[in-house]
């Protein structure tokens, strides 16, 4: 199980869901979006590409193992799409990563397998709410379907891993640095990369092909035009 220390955004205390813990204990389905709220940027899946290139720059993760995500706010710790009534910015995309949220699958020590966990420092779970989370006989339907979701969204998780590796190994991320205007002011972001078009358009026919069997080539372009996104977050910001 993820320690304090390497927990990933968003949680805060990880426990294995089981019948001996949880049999008695019930969670709220919809309490808002105000544990976003303080984040700059969250994980995207490769999936999601399309979907968020609409509305949020897409760049990469720094070093050797490069992960995609999306850039929600231009300051620390402060989330642009979560207004201040706990709701997501209406018309825009809702990252498969917070609508996990409070659940995730992780390494039981036990046995070294994946089990699902839901994280009891959530608004969902300390006060208790209106789905129950076990049965006499087992998980209820709700966890079933939280199961499957973070099923998906693990095995999507692994896919986008592999490409970022890809892109890293074709030597096609670079860091970057990108300013936006605040009228007379800018403001520069950094700490992440982005692919160089200039280099994607010399890699061999064979890794282009590849890469197309993939559906690699469109989630590419996506990152590339998600860039455009940027100015956006300003406005966003100002207003």
């Known amino acids: 199980m993820p320690t304090e220390n390497t927990m990933p955004p968003l949680y805060k205390r990880i426990y294995l869901l089981t019948r001996e813990r949880h049999l008695d204990r019930t969670f709220k389905r919809n309490v808002g979006f105000g544990f976003a709220a303080e ?19 897409i760049v990469f993760t720094p070093g050797d ?6 850039i929600v706010g231009l300051k620390q710790d402060h989330n642009l799409f979560v207004l201040e009534d706990g709701s997501w910015r209406a018309g825009c995309y809702i990252p498969a990563y917070v609508r996990r949220y409070p659940f995730m699958l992780a390494v039981n020590s036990g046995d ?42 693990q095995n999507q998780w692994t896919m986008t891993a592999e490409f970022g590796r890809a892109m890293n190994e ?47 080539i469109g989630m590419i372009y996506c990152h590339l035009i998600s860039m455009g996104c940027i100015q956006s977050l300003a406005a966003f910001e100002r207003f």
């Open 39 to 57: 984040v700059s940027s969250l994980p995207l899946t490769l999936a999601e590409f399309p979907a968020a290139a609409r509305q949020y720059p």
């Open 170 to 216: 074709a030597g096609l991320l670079e860091p970057k640095q990108v300013n936006i205007n605040y009228g007379d002011d800018t403001r520069t972001l950094t700490g992440f990369s982005l692919i160089n078009e200039a280099k994607l358009a010399e890699i061999g026919d064979a890794q282009f092909i590849e890469w197309r069997h993939r559906g690699w």
């Open 112 to 153: 070294n397998q994946l089990s699902l966990c839901i994280d009891e420092e959530s608004e969902h779970y300390r006060n208790g709410g209106d789905v129950t989370i076990f049965k006499e006989d087992g998980p209820t339907e709700e966890i079933k379907a939280a199961l499957e979701f973070c099923g998906d969204f």
């Open 65 to 70: 193992s490069p992960l995609p995500v999306v």
